[in-house]
Nanobody, 124 residues
Framework: QVQLVESGGGLAQAGGSLRLSCAAS????????MGWFRQAPGKEREFVAA????????YYADSVKGRFTISRDNTKNTVYLQMNSLKPEDTAVYYC?????????????????WGKGTLVTVSS
C-alpha cells in the first residue's frame, strides 16, 4: 500500500521560507514522478510543482516559478518543496502526489496517490 506522508508545514511570515518534505513508501520510489499540489480555503486544488522520476526535469505553476523549487532524493524515498519569498496567497494545504508522468501531473491529472496534506500559513 502506497503511503505519502508530508511534513514541514507551519506558519511563516511573508518573505520567509519553508521546506516541505514528503516521505513515500509502498512501491519503488525511483520509478515514479512526484508532485506537489495545494488547496486554499474555498478554492479548488491546484498544481504547484512536479519532478520526473530521475529528477532531470521539473515543472512549475506560473504562480510559484522562481520562488519554489522541487527536488527529490531517491536514496531516501523523499521529495521536497523549498518555498522562498512566501506570500499570503501561498496559504493552503499542500499535498504530495505520486504518478507515472510529471508532465501529466503538471496538467493536473494522472495522480495515482495523494498524501493527507500539510498546512502552510503565510502571514502578512
Amino acid at each position: 500500500q502506497v503511503q505519502l506522508v508530508e511534513s514541514g508545514g507551519g506558519l511563516a511570515q511573508a518573505g520567509g521560507s519553508l521546506r516541505l518534505s514528503c516521505a513515500a513508501s509502498g512501491r519503488t520510489f525511483s520509478n515514479y514522478a512526484m508532485g506537489w499540489f495545494r488547496q486554499a480555503p474555498g478554492k479548488e486544488r491546484e498544481f504547484v510543482a512536479a519532478i520526473t522520476w530521475s529528477g532531470d526535469r521539473e515543472y512549475y505553476a506560473d504562480s510559484v516559478k522562481g520562488r519554489f523549487t522541487i527536488s527529490r532524493d531517491n536514496t531516501k524515498n523523499t521529495v521536497y518543496l523549498q518555498m522562498n519569498s512566501l506570500k499570503p496567497e501561498d496559504t493552503a494545504v499542500y499535498y504530495c502526489a505520486q504518478g507515472t508522468s510529471a508532465r501529466t501531473m503538471a496538467n493536473s491529472y494522472g495522480v495515482d496517490y495523494w498524501g493527507k496534506g500539510t498546512l502552510v500559513t503565510v502571514s502578512s
